[in-house]
């Protein structure tokens, strides 16, 4: 981990002789930068100050994690651990953020190479001349406002007999050197993504934010009809994350680009079918904004531009269960509300269509939900920086909570006709919708995020139709 480590090189790199490199050391000149506050930076403070108030008297250690492996020799684009970026807004390699007893803070980052070692010119991950300029200690500690020092000093600050409290799973480095607790760090971890579930103003800007750029990668989506016709899903998942990349740090998760059929895959991404006049494409799609934080919405598109008499039953449906969802999203309801409301449309819906092999009443009873063969999922999860926001939460905060002022979740009910459903009559089978918006909980009720999208089957053909050239 320090700056005298031999440097991350590969077999066919070319040798340094010592003339090269002593070459190399001289003649940079320095490029120090002042950087203003982060906007995060007293949102942050005061995060890790709720943090230490929940666990008094001891060490709590929160890594951001390292790069890791695409292939061979190659790595994925790195992107920060949620809970470390949101306790310190840092988005760099390596870094670890540690709260001591006394509620102080230290972030130990691995800051850009000194010239008067090879790794800047020869190191393949951080060298600045291979990976590109990494922000010095004080670059960061301005920008972020937390005291700065080089996580090679990480490992002796961590020795001792000091209680520690550690997120494990980010750093295998970070691990090996605290003994695990695992009672201790599990509920570190629920405590830290607890704390995420209400969102402070700062959070909800970036949300919409997300919110609009995903709204953008719609649009340009049906804008290049002709291309998404030619050349399929994939070009859908091309032309969304090059809205992504443009406007933000990247996609939120894997775009799910379903044609036909594939739109009953729940988690369809390998995105590599047609796009065929006649059907329709369910697109779940979000945008991640630089400060990480994610969009995720749904529509469920006709390829033709306006939908099919059978088409737009099943939509309408879907959309009412939405709408019943949405309605359910107040303070004080229960986080499971828009999801049983949403359910109950469907399963009135299926009921009408024949489709229930029990009352409407007995297939919503929670010992039946039969119903659930043609809707698969929940119909709402939280959002924020990460797409299934605050995961480590316990029930009693979060599934089997209420909901609190600037909670955002997803509303997201579907229908869903497996092709090879034999319960169903053959015009439904391969045909699968979904529509999701992200809705912010208010005083008086929901605000939709994501409204800027049309929603109404009316609307979505209105839509298409003056964006398709």
């Known amino acids: 981990m320090g700056e005298e480590t031999k440097p991350a090189t590969e077999s066919h790199d070319p040798s340094v002789p010592e003339a090269w490199s002593a070459f190399m050391r001289q003649g940079w000149g320095d490029r120090e930068l002042d950087l203003p506050a982060h906007p995060i930076t007293p949102y942050a403070a005061a995060r890790r100050a709720r943090l230490a108030d929940a666990f008094p008297g001891e060490r709590l250690v929160i890594p951001a994690g390292g790069y ?67 922000p010095s200690s004080r670059e960061i500690s301005d920008s972020l406002g937390i005291e700065v020092r080089h996580v090679d000093q990480l490992e002796d600050t961590l020795r001792g007999g000091v209680k520690t409290r550690v997120l494990r799973g980010r750093s295998s480095y970070v691990d090996g050197l605290v003994a695990p607790d695992e009672t201790l760090d599990a509920d570190f971890a629920r405590v830290a993504s607890e704390m995420r579930l209400v969102k402070d103003d700062w959070e909800v800007a970036q949300l919409q934010e997300a919110c609009d750029i995903t709204a953008f990668g719609f649009e340009d989506s049906v804008r290049e009809w002709p291309r998404v016709l030619e050349f399929g899903e994939r070009w859908i998942e091309g032309t969304f994350f090059r809205r992504a990349r443009a406007m933000g740090n990247d996609i939120g998760y894997d775009s799910i680009v379903g044609g036909g059929s594939h739109a009953t895959t729940l988690h369809w991404i390998d995105n590599t079918g047609p796009i065929t006049p006649g059907t329709m494409v369910l697109l779940d799609m979000g945008v991640e904004g630089r400060n990480l934080y994610t969009a995720d919405v749904t529509r469920t598109l006709p390829v033709s531009g306006t939908y099919t008499p059978l088409q737009r039953d099943l939509y309408d449906l879907v959309h009412r269960a939405q709408e019943a969802g949405i309605a359910a999203v107040r303070p004080g309801a229960a986080f499971r509300a828009a999801h049983h409301a949403a359910v109950e449309v469907l399963a009135h819906g299926l009921g009408d269509m024949g489709l229930l092999p029990v009352s409407v009443e007995e297939a919503l009873d929670e010992n039946s939900k039969v119903y659930s063969r043609w809707t698969l999922h929940g119909v709402s999860h939280m959002l924020g920086l990460d797409v299934h926001d605050c995961g480590a939460a316990s029930k009693e905060a979060y599934t089997e909570g209420t909901l609190a002022e600037n909670m955002v979740l997803t509303v997201e009910p579907g229908l869903y006709f497996q092709e090879d459903d034999l319960l169903v009559p053959e015009e439904l089978r391969g045909i699968g919708i979904r529509i999701e918006d992200d809705i912010l909980v208010r005083p008086e009720g929901a605000q939709n995020l994501s409204a800027s999208l049309p929603r109404t089957s009316g609307d979505v053909e209105a839509w298409m139709g003056s964006l398709i050239p």
């Open 68 to 134: 890791k492996v695409r292939s061979y020799d190659t790595d994925y684009r790195f992107r920060p651990d949620t809970a470390h970026t949101y306790f310190t807004g840092n988005q760099t390699s390596d870094a670890v953020l540690v709260i001591e007893p006394d509620g102080s803070s230290v972030l130990y980052a691995r800051p850009r190479s000194s010239r008067e070692t090879d790794e800047f010119f020869r190191d393949r991950v951080y060298g600045e001349l291979w990976a590109g300029r990494r």
